[in-house]
């Protein structure tokens, strides 16, 4: 199962760190909880402020367990240090599940 994920954050500045510090500690933290990261991008849209990120959990892991569980970690404490979490505003969270003949099926 794939999950897209939506971070929208305060400001453009706040976006820059979200996006170049924050995430790339989490695509390294998220495996031990049963989660890959494909990849994140900031949306194009000038004023967007947002994050898009691209998960898969690997079998046997609950989108929401996973979420609760990490939301509660050491792991996810030290990934977000130094960061105000105030300035996400949003999260947004849409499941995915592949076609047959998806590349990523």
């Known amino acids: ?7 929208t954050l305060r400001t453009a500045e706040a976006l820059q760190q979200y996006a ?9 933290s998220m495996p031990a909880f049963g989660v890959t990261v494909h990849g ?3 949306d194009h849209q000038a004023g967007a402020h947002r994050l898009i990120a691209l998960l898969s959990f690997r079998e046997g892991t609950h989108p929401a367990e996973f979420t609760t569980a990490y ?3 050491p792991e996810l404490a030290a ?3 130094g960061f105000d979490v105030s300035d996400i505003v949003d999260v947004e969270e849409l499941l995915l599940d592949p076609v047959a003949g998806s590349p990523l099926a």
């Open 20 to 28: 170049t510090v924050h995430w790339p500690r989490h695509v390294a």
């Open 1 to 7: 199962m794939y999950q897209i994920r939506t971070y």
């Open 71 to 73: 939301v509660a970690s």
């Open 40 to 42: 994140f991008w900031t």
């Open 79 to 81: 990934d977000m240090r």
